[in-house]
């Protein structure tokens, strides 16, 4: 490994031709590492454990010293739900219909004397870790429970670990000390900076050797930045090797392109502005070169010049902010590079990744990640076999149609046919289609299994190469996320250790792309990323909607154009509304909000204009004075009604014409019940016609006769309801009564 003979040490080759891969760099720095673990692995007798912060070459240390000394390596991403059978095996389906054990991928390292990296050591749970004791200690054996077999390794056999340090990575649990003294320790630093400059050149070759200095200029600058939040400091600092590869990797034709590259990776992430300017301030310093942000996101710009004339079924707006976020996500797709969309509720995450997939014709699977997340949910795992009757009927019909064209009798049960089909003499078996007799033998397995294994959305996604979305990332638990972290890496890989060892190893298909969304830390239920798995992301950070033109431009867009001169009046409210009760939310309002007042106004057109603006404005606003979800201010109840009037105060000022909405508001609306409508004021809903005209429920007093209409209104926009209130004040009941009048 070593030209100098006083630190040569000799490895046992294994049963693969060695390889020694280009792409991997050895500096001065990770030669010393290498050495080190080299001179641990040569013994072949104990296990490794090796600890660093994320992005400082663990893993990639131990494949390039695999492939380099011929032997194999496999990788195990442990996560908080990790299993022992996914490492000594479990039983499955066979090809029979019967369970039989099949060994897991531990077990068949240590048979085949394979290379095993246990990646992300320390989130698996305690006790699953405890149970390999005897393999990592002098005995060097494993106990399969299952089988009561006792394996011991071959004597290629390695094991190693890797893990972050805990406390500072999320997830991470503290191993005990009887634990770890069974494994020689190694420690690895983050990569010199001195030294990031000679990697760069190698690994992005098309990049100028001055601009590889620049880049690294720039990071050692930002590292420096002590900015009030902590993107950019040195030991947490978010700019890690991976965004340095991910920005000289990015195709640049000139100095200007480089600095829009790294400016839209690194502070397009950015949440505050100040330290956007920043970033972009020491961009421009060091490149020399002026970074134009309102330029880059013009309709004409590369990106958008060929989508933006086009139809889309998002009845998407290309707004400023929308034109903004496609760029970005568009620039991060050409290099298959995962993204992060971060930003709050309504702000056009969700949708612009529906555009791109419609754009360029995928499709796009969706997950909703929520706390008790799994990683069988995105992946996968062992189910029932589902429609099994329509597995023999398949097979049935495959086996007449060959019987029919041997001009053989169809007649007798499915055994019968399949008596005849394995009776045919060879020259006549030849005569039928490869593809046929494969799906005989398919469906005949799959009719007798009990159990198969049934890919996940994200498997399914990387097969077909579409497109994956992880909603609300956040909300699941990082250790389960940590599974996927060899999807989110160049190679795009997965093992599905779950599945066993047949066709487990998933390479992700050209034309796959994953995407997260997420909202920020600090919303209920909410909370950041893990910095190994966030600094993975290509993070784009998405504003919520606070220019009032973008807001104007889609609410003209989405209202008919009879009624456009209304648009003014519901943005200018809205924005009213947000600042006075909603000021201590860090959105005053969501576009949501003021897409459905605009599709309420659409929808009534029985009403007039004003009228119709006003119910929008009392459905979507103002009847929420008081529910006080976490985003409005405390009202006291005293003075509700007073908050109620202001709105109305406020609308009325808006419209102009000296009109008052007041007495349209309070007026007490009538209740008529026909044969087939049940009209409450000015909204009507169907009847069915068996329904009991004389309910038992006392809807003429006034309050309940308001918040039936107030109920009857809030059903025009086709969303569901929160009824929220005092007990005992009828929400139940109200709700109870209405089957009875419809």
């Known amino acids: 490994m070593n030209k100098d003979h006083d630190r040569q040490y000799w490895l046992l080759q294994g049963d693969q031709q060695p390889q020694e891969r280009n792409d991997y760099i050895r500096t001065q720095y990770v030669e010393r590492n290498l050495l080190n673990l080299v001179r641990a692995t040569s013994t072949r007798r104990f296990p490794i454990l090796i600890q660093g912060p994320t992005s400082s070459g663990k893993t990639s240390m131990i494949e ?37 054990f099949q060994e897991g991928l531990l077990v068949q390292a240590m048979r085949q004397g394979h290379w095993i990296v246990l990646d992300e050591l320390n989130l698996a749970p305690t006790d699953v870790l405890e149970a390999l004791n005897r393999l990592l200690d002098d005995n060097r054996e494993l106990l399969i429970p299952e089988t009561q077999e006792v394996v011991r390794p071959h004597e290629s056999f390695m094991l190693f670990a890797t893990q972050n340090p805990p406390g500072l990575y999320g997830g991470r649990k503290v191993l005990s000390r009887a634990f770890r003294n069974r494994f020689l320790e190694l420690h690895y630093d983050d990569i010199p900076e001195d030294e990031l400059e000679y990697i760069l ?120 902010a929308m034109r903004r976020l496609y760029v970005l996500v568009t620039q991060a797709l050409r290099n298959n590079e995962p993204v992060l969309l971060v930003g709050e509720t309504g702000c056009g995450k969700t949708t612009v990744c529906q555009l791109l997939a419609e754009s360029i014709g995928k499709e796009l699977h969706i997950v909703n990640a929520h706390q008790n997340t799994e990683t069988g949910d995105l992946i996968g795992s062992q189910r029932p076999v589902r429609n099994r009757g329509a597995i023999l009927d398949a097979l049935r019909q495959d086996l007449e149609s060959v019987l029919q064209q041997l001009k053989l009798s169809t007649e007798g049960s499915l055994e019968d046919l399949f008596e005849k089909f394995r009776a045919l003499p060879d020259d006549v078996s030849a005569q039928i289609s490869e593809k046929v007799k494969d799906r005989i033998a398919l469906n005949e397995v799959r009719s007798k299994a009990l159990f198969e294994w049934s890919d996940g959305s994200l498997v399914h996604a990387m097969k077909t190469g579409q497109f994956f979305l992880l909603d609300e990332i956040s909300l699941a638990d990082d250790s389960v996320l940590e599974r996927l972290n060899s999807v989110l890496e160049p190679q795009r890989t997965l093992l599905l250790a779950e599945k066993g060892i047949d066709d487990s190893f998933v390479k992700a298909t050209h034309g796959f792309q994953f995407f997260a969304t997420m909202n920020p830390g600090g919303d209920f239920g909410k909370k950041e990323l893990s910095p190994a798995l966030r600094n993975r992301f290509t993070e784009i950070w998405v504003p919520p909607m606070t220019e009032s033109q973008d807001v104007l431009d889609i609410v003209v867009d989405k209202l008919k154009s009879e009624l456009s001169n209304l648009a003014t009046i519901v943005v200018d409210f809205s924005y009213w509304f947000g600042q006075t009760f909603r000021s201590s939310s860090a959105t005053a309002f969501s576009i949501r909000d003021i897409l459905v007042w605009v599709k309420f106004i659409n929808e009534s057109s029985h009403l007039s204009p004003g009228l119709a603006l006003l119910h929008g404005a009392a459905t979507v606003f103002i009847d929420t004075l008081g529910a006080n979800p976490s985003a409005l201010m405390a009202l006291d109840p005293k003075t509700m009604n007073e908050q109620r009037q202001l709105c109305l105060d406020k609308l009325s000022t808006l419209i102009g014409d000296k009109v008052d909405v007041t007495p349209m508001y309070r007026n007490q609306p009538t209740i008529h019940f026909h044969d087939e409508i049940l009209s409450i004021g000015e909204f009507t809903i169907a009847r069915d016609v068996t329904g009991d005209s004389e309910p038992g429920f006392a809807f003429e007093a006034p309050t309940t006769k308001m918040n039936a209409m107030r109920v009857l209104r809030a059903l025009r926009v086709n969303k569901p309801i929160l009824l929220e209130g005092n007990p005992g004040v009828g929400k139940t009941t109200l709700m109870a009564g209405a089957p009875i009048i419809l």
Not at 71 to 89: A, S
Not at 235 to 261: G, H, M
């Open 201 to 320: 050149q190698k690994r992005s070759l098309e990049t100028a050797p001055s601009d590889c200095k620049r880049i690294v200029t720039v990071y050692k600058e930002l590292s420096r930045l002590r900015q009030t939040s902590r993107v950019f400091e040195q030991k947490d600092s978010f700019a890690t090797l991976r965004d340095l590869f991910r920005w000289a990797l990015r195709k640049a034709d000139n100095r200007e392109q480089i600095a829009t590259n790294g400016f839209m990776l690194l502070a397009e992430r950015v949440r505050n502005e100040d330290e956007r300017t920043a970033v972009k301030e020491v961009i421009e310093t060091v490149f020399k070169v002026k970074i134009e942000p309102d330029r880059l996101y013009t309709p004409t710009f590369g990106p958008l010049a060929q989508f933006e004339r086009k139809q889309n079924s998002q009845g998407v707006v290309w707004t400023r």
């Open 64 to 100: 390039y010293l695999a492939n380099y000394s011929g032997n194999k390596f496999v990788r195990i991403n442990n996560h908080e739900h990790t299993d022992l059978q996914e490492y000594l095996g479990t039983y499955v389906s066979g090809s029979d219909g019967k369970l039989k």
